[in-house]
């Protein structure tokens, strides 16, 4: 388990509570075996509601995780691993005070689990990261065609010609996916459409293109590359690279819904150039955060930062 406790599975926790214990004083009796320190346990006022009882004590943990999380973990152990709910059948009502204890034991299970699982992938994630990134120092022929790359994409930056500039970022582009094996395709021209490029990385597809203008591209940009992606095969994204950024709310209206795009900056693109993250970490990583959030513009100081 993560080691602070989500919001939903807190609420889900006391709600368990509430549902598998009947009686206060068998919930004491539980709480009691679980939480070491009896101050927490002993504080709340006892004779009043068994709901703020819970809602008090399990607060008073998770206000805390960093120090509480051994008490934390217990209960979440002893909880979801509840089958027998026979005390409750003996009450009025009692099958449905059964039903929906182990309801809410159901509940809780599922999404700790699935925050677990979600801990487990980001960090074999970052484990990669850190290997990929391992990998590439270690290797004097890849760094120092890193080094050719970006010395190219330098020369851009203080470039005038704005159009030959343009071109230019398409190919030192082309060699950074070259570089990390990502089978890429030069600029095509597609039923009148025109491609800046594209890669596969892990089995999917990615059509890519480029904008290095002085203004932030807009939703109108993301528009007309969102509408070349959704008319590939569905398997297709999209990576969208714009030097200067973008506008808020480009990023705002495509982030509503299931976007097929990723977003990437130059700041993102520097990142790479000078070896901070490697280009196929820095793609995973945006797109497990777009599948998980919505947020399709995950910035790489975000990811270093983490």
């Known amino acids: 388990m993560e080691k602070r406790l989500s919001a939903v599975a807190i609420e889900l926790l006391k709600e368990a509570l ?27 006022d006892w004779n009043g509601y068994k709901r703020q009882i819970v809602s008090d004590i399990i607060d008073e943990l ?22 027998s709910f026979r005390h409750l059948e003996k009450l009025e009502d009692g099958r449905k005070k059964v039903e929906r204890a182990k309801q809410a034991v159901v509940d809780l299970k599922r999404v700790v689990e699935d925050q677990t699982q979600r801990i487990k992938e980001e960090e074999e994630i970052k484990r990669k990261r850190l290997e990929n990134l391992e ?21 851009l930056v203080t470039s005038q010609d704005y159009q030959k500039r343009g071109f230019e970022l398409e190919k ?26 594209a890669f596969s990385l892990e089995g999917t597809d990615y059509l890519f293109e480029a904008k290095w203008r002085n203004q932030l591209s807009d ?7 969102s509408g070349k992606i959704k ?3 569905d398997n297709t994204l999209g990576l969208f690279l714009s030097v200067n950024g973008f506008s808020e709310d480009a990023v705002r209206i495509h982030s ?6 990723l ?40 990811i270093l930062n983490d």
């Open 135 to 155: 990998r590439i120092r270690s290797s004097q022929a890849v760094l120092s065609k890193l080094d050719e790359i970006k010395t190219n994409y330098f020369r």
């Open 172 to 197: 030192v582009l082309y060699d950074l996916f070259e570089l990390f094996d990502l089978d890429p395709k030069a600029s095509f021209r597609n039923t009148g459409e025109q491609i800046d490029g």
């Open 62 to 83: 998770c206000s805390d995780q960093e120090r509480y999380i051994g008490d934390i973990r217990r209960l979440i152990h002893e909880v979801t691993k509840m089958e």
């Open 18 to 44: 509430c549902s598998v214990y009947w009686f206060k004083s068998n919930l004491r009796s539980f709480l009691s075996n679980c939480i070491k320190d009896t101050m927490i346990i002993n504080r709340p």
């Open 263 to 302: 977003l990437m900056d130059g700041a993102d693109l520097m990142t790479v150039l000078e070896n901070q993250i490697d280009f196929v970490s820095l793609i995973v990583r945006k797109r497990r955060h777009a599948a998980q959030t919505g947020n399709i513009y995950l910035k790489s100081s975000e």
């Open 231 to 233: 008319r590939k095969l």
């Open 219 to 225: 939703a109108s940009d993301l528009d007309s590359f």
């Open 256 to 261: 509503v819904g299931r976007s097929t795009i």
